[in-house]
């Protein structure tokens, strides 16, 4: 059973760093791209960064570029979004999933179809 678990979040205060950990179980991950998302309260979902499989080539939303970074373990079946430098403006519920066609992040990554999907940890930055 194809399955993706999210961890890592909690309340943080602004200027501080978190890490998330997504880790898969019931398949390789190494043959697939992973995507983080969030949501905030009120707000669409919206995404944050997209990991490939093999080559590692990585996509970030504008909002997050130069703060945030996504990595992938294959041996942990874990992939990992380093978050730094927080802002209130990133308390949300975060989500990862994998892409549901091919392995690759493509240049259009917002706009694709996603399955699979975590349940989420809650991330929160406030003084």
């Known amino acids: 059973q194809v399955q993706l678990v999210e961890s890592g979040g909690g309340l943080v205060q602004p200027g501080g760093s978190l890490r998330l950990s997504c880790a898969a179980s019931?398949?390789?991950?190494?043959?697939?791209?992973v995507a983080w998302f969030r949501q905030a309260p009120g707000k669409e979902r919206e995404g944050v960064s997209c990991?490939?499989?093999?080559?590692?080539?990585?996509y970030y939303a504008d909002s997050v570029k130069g703060r945030f970074t996504i990595s992938k373990d294959n041996a942990k079946s874990t992939v990992y979004l380093q978050m730094n430098t927080l802002k209130p403006e990133d308390t949300a519920v975060y989500y990862c999933?994998?892409?549901?066609?091919?392995?690759?992040?493509?240049?259009?990554?917002?706009?694709?179809?996603?399955?699979?999907w975590g349940q989420g940890t809650r991330v929160t930055v406030s003084s």
């Open positions: 019931g398949f390789t991950l190494n043959y697939y791209a």
């Open positions: 999933a994998l892409l549901a066609f091919g392995n690759t992040c493509p240049q259009a990554w917002l706009s694709v179809k996603y399955r699979s």
């Open positions: 990991i490939s499989s093999s080559d590692n080539n990585t």
